[in-house]
C-alpha cells in the first residue's frame, strides 16, 4: 500500500468524473456521477489516512514524482504533511456535502453539466494544490484554480454576478502576478547557489539565501497569499464574490480556496524564507488583529446575510495569520485546526443561508424572522452553526481560538489582548443575526409555507454537525497529526515558544512581607 499513489489518484477521480459528465447522454444522470465521484475521492483520501504515519521518519508522506519540464528543474511532485492531510481531508469531505446541497440550485437543466464539472474540477485542484512539492507546480495550481471559481461565480452568480467575478479574478491576478516575479527570483537564487536551478520545493527549503533577497522574495509570495486568505486590506474581493456566488460556490470559495492563502504561508512563506518571516512577523500580526476587529465589526452593521457571513471569514481568517506569525507551538496548531474547523462552521452558515433563500427569495435579513415557529429544524441548525461560528466551548472552533490566542499571547500579549476582546464582536453579529432570523413572530416573505427541512437537507446538515461537535469534544484527533509538521516548520524559523514569566514564590513573599 505505501507505493499506491494516494494523492495522484485523490486528483485524478475528481477529473474522471468531469468527463464522464461531459459525455454522459442524459442530464438527470450529471448530480448522481458527481455525487459519486466526489465519494469515490472522500473514499481514497480516507484509505490514505488510515496509511499516515504520524511521527514518522519521513517530513512528507504519499510523494509521487514525475519529471516535467527537466530543463528548467520542475516536476510533477506530490506529498503532504499533517498540515497538508487534514487540508485535503478537508476539501475531500466538505465536497460531497456541497453536491448535495446543491442539487436542486443550477437552472435550467442545461446548465447542470458545466456547474458540477467546474466544482469536481476546483476539487481535484484544491487536492494538489495542498500536496504540491514542487512550487512551479504549485504557483500553476494556484493561478489554475481562477478559472473554476471565475466561471463558478460569473455565470451562475447572483444579480451583480458579472462584477464580483471580474474583481475577483483581478485581485487574484494581480497576486499571482507578483508571486511569479517572486518565483523567478528564487529560481535565479537556487541557480546561483546550487549551480542548476530548480522548483523542488525540499531542497529549495535547505538553502541559506541571503536576508535582503529574501525579503523581497517574502513579500512577493505573502502579497499573494494574503490576498487570497483574505487579510485585510486586501480583502475587498471576498464579500463581493462569496455574496453573490450561489451558496455551494461561496462555500468552495471561503472554506476550501482561501485556506490555500494561510495555507501558503505556512507552507512557502515560513520554510523558503525564515529569516523574512521573522522580519515581518510582528507588522503581519498587527494587520491580522486589524482583520479580527474589522471584519466583526462590519458584519455586525450587515443586512445582507452572505455578505456577513463572508465578513465573519475576514475576522476568522485574522485569528488564523497572527497563529501563524506568533511563532509558537500552540499558535501555529491553533491556526491550522481553526482552519478545519473554520471550513465546516463556514460551510454550514453559508448552505443553511442557501436554504433559507431559495424559500424567502431574499437575502435581506430584515425579510426574515420567526423562523424557528415554521421551521424549527431548521432554525437550530442556524444556532449550531451560529455558535460553533463564535467558538462555543465544545463545538469545534474553540481549540483553535483558544490555541491561537495562548500561543499569541506568549509572544505578543497586547495584541493577543485585543484579539480576546474582539471575540465579544463575534457573540453580537452571530446571536444577533439569529435572534433577526429565528426568533419572534413570521414576517416578511417568511409564510407558514416556509417548510423546514426536506430530507436531502438533512443530509447535508447532520454530517457538518457531527464533524463540528467531534473536533470541539476531541480535537487531538487532528492535532497530534499536525503537531510534528508544525513543529518541523518552527525549528525551520529558528523558532521557540517563549518561556511563561512568573514569579518565584520567594520572590512573590518578599515582596509582600512587609
Given at each position: ?15 474522471v ?46 510523494v509521487?514524482?514525475y ?15 499533517g498540515?497538508g ?13 456541497v ?5 436542486r ?7 447542470i ?7 469536481l ?46 474583481k ?8 499571482g ?30 538553502l541559506?539565501?541571503?536576508?535582503g533577497?529574501q ?66 512577523a ?17 458584519a ?5 446575510i452572505?455578505?456577513?457571513?463572508s ?7 485574522g ?5 501563524i ?6 499558535g ?9 474547523a ?6 454550514a ?34 444556532l ?11 463545538m469545534?472552533?474553540?481549540?483553535g ?8 499571547f ?66 487531538q484527533?487532528?492535532?497530534r ?9 518552527l525549528?525551520r524559523?529558528?523558532?521557540v515558544?517563549p ?9 512573590s ?5 512587609p
Open positions: 500500500m505505501k507505493n499506491v499513489p494516494w494523492l495522484l489518484i485523490a486528483g485524478l477521480v475528481p477529473l468524473g468531469t468527463a464522464l459528465i461531459a459525455v454522459v447522454p442524459r442530464k438527470s444522470w450529471v448530480r448522481g456521477i458527481a455525487l459519486g465521484t466526489s465519494l469515490v475521492t472522500l473514499a481514497v483520501v480516507i484509505a490514505m489516512a488510515t496509511q499516515f504515519q504520524i511521527g514518522g521518519p519521513d517530513k512528507f508522506q504519499f509521487t514524482t519529471s516535467w519540464i527537466p530543463a528548467f528543474g520542475v516536476s510533477f511532485t506530490l506529498g503532504v504533511d498540515i492531510l487534514v487540508l485535503v481531508a478537508l476539501a475531500a469531505c466538505l465536497v460531497p456535502v453536491l448535495i446541497a446543491s442539487w440550485d443550477v437552472e435550467p437543466p442545461g446548465s453539466k458545466s456547474y458540477f464539472g467546474l466544482m474540477v476546483l476539487q481535484s485542484m484544491i487536492i494538489w494544490v495542498f500536496s504540491a512539492l514542487d512550487v512551479f507546480l504549485f504557483y500553476l495550481l494556484f493561478e489554475a484554480m481562477l478559472i473554476p471559481a471565475y466561471l463558478l461565480i460569473g455565470r451562475f452568480g447572483g444579480a451583480q454576478r458579472s462584477y464580483a467575478a471580474m475577483f479574478l483581478l485581485y487574484s491576478l494581480f497576486g502576478l507578483i508571486m511569479l516575479a517572486a518565483l523567478i527570483g528564487l529560481y535565479v537564487a537556487s541557480q546561483t547557489l546550487l549551480g542548476n536551478g530548480t522548483f523542488d520545493f525540499q531542497t529549495l527549503s535547505s541559506q539565501i541571503n536576508t533577497l525579503n523581497w522574495l517574502f513579500l512577493g509570495f505573502f502579497l499573494a497569499f494574503a490576498i487570497k486568505a483574505p487579510l485585510w486590506p486586501l480583502h475587498t474581493w471576498l464579500p463581493d464574490a462569496a455574496s453573490e456566488a450561489t451558496p455551494g460556490t461561496a462555500v468552495m470559495l471561503v472554506a476550501l480556496m482561501d485556506k490555500v492563502g494561510t495555507f501558503g504561508m505556512i507552507r512557502y512563506c515560513l520554510q523558503l524564507f525564515p529569516d523574512a518571516s521573522r522580519t515581518f510582528f507588522t503581519i500580526c498587527i494587520l491580522a488583529v486589524v482583520s479580527i476587529v474589522y471584519g466583526a465589526l462590519v455586525i452593521g450587515q443586512t445582507d452572505m455578505r456577513l457571513i465578513y465573519t471569514s475576514v475576522s476568522h481568517f485569528f488564523i495569520i497572527i497563529g506569525f506568533a511563532f509558537t507551538t500552540q501555529q496548531t491553533g491556526s491550522v485546526f481553526y482552519m478545519v473554520h471550513g465546516f462552521s463556514t460551510a452558515l453559508f448552505l443553511i443561508a442557501g436554504v433559507m433563500m431559495a424559500r424567502g427569495k431574499s437575502r435581506n435579513i430584515a425579510d426574515y424572522g420567526g423562523v424557528f415557529k415554521v421551521a424549527p429544524l431548521l432554525a437550530g441548525f442556524v449550531i452553526a451560529g455558535l460553533s461560528g463564535l467558538a462555543l466551548p465544545g469545534a472552533s474553540f481549540p481560538e483558544f490555541l491561537v490566542l495562548v500561543g499569541s506568549l509572544r505578543y500579549p497586547v495584541l493577543a489582548i485585543i484579539a480576546t476582546v474582539a471575540i465579544v464582536l463575534s457573540a453580537v453579529y452571530i446571536l444577533w443575526l439569529y435572534q433577526r432570523v429565528a426568533t419572534g413572530e413570521p414576517r416578511g416573505v417568511v409564510t407558514e409555507k416556509f417548510g423546514d427541512l426536506r430530507s436531502r437537507e438533512v443530509w447535508v446538515f447532520v454530517p457538518i454537525v457531527a464533524v463540528m461537535i467531534a473536533l470541539g469534544v476531541y480535537p484527533a487532528v492535532t497529526v499536525i503537531e510534528p509538521a508544525v513543529q518541523s516548520t525549528d524559523v529558528g523558532a515558544n518561556e511563561p514569566t512568573a514569579l518565584k514564590p520567594a520572590e513573599t518578599k515582596e509582600t512581607t
